[in-house]
């Protein structure tokens, strides 16, 4: 018989002991867009042609690619990273900086 299996803190790496409290997570990002840009007149056929050739072209692969649009991640953290964690997910977007 064996106890709970050990837990590393995905913020700061360290050991979580069994009696201690730590905070599970799951985070999805995922890409969207609400407008699309001017067309340019060109036909629809012709900007889907032109965006699979650039994506046919491109330097980055489909894994690249894909996590551009959809990202997941899911751990624990211990109790010391969780405020720091709720503070950067929760920080209004005007206080956030430039990115």
């Not at 730590?22 to 060109?42: A, C, M």
Request: hydrophobic share 35%.
């Amino acid at each position: 018989m064996s106890g709970p299996r050990p837990k590393t803190c995905a913020a700061c790496g360290n050991g979580i002991a069994a009696s201690e409290v730590y905070y599970r997570f799951s985070l999805v990002l995922q890409g969207e867009q609400d407008v699309l840009g001017p067309t340019g007149g060109g036909s629809t056929e012709d900007e889907l042609a032109a965006l699979v050739k650039q994506l046919e072209e491109g330097q980055e692969s489909a894994q690249e690619m894909e996590e551009q649009v959809h990202w997941e991640s899911s751990g624990v953290v211990c109790s010391a990273c969780r405020s720091l964690v709720v503070r950067t997910l929760s920080a209004p977007p005007e206080a956030a900086g430039p990115h």
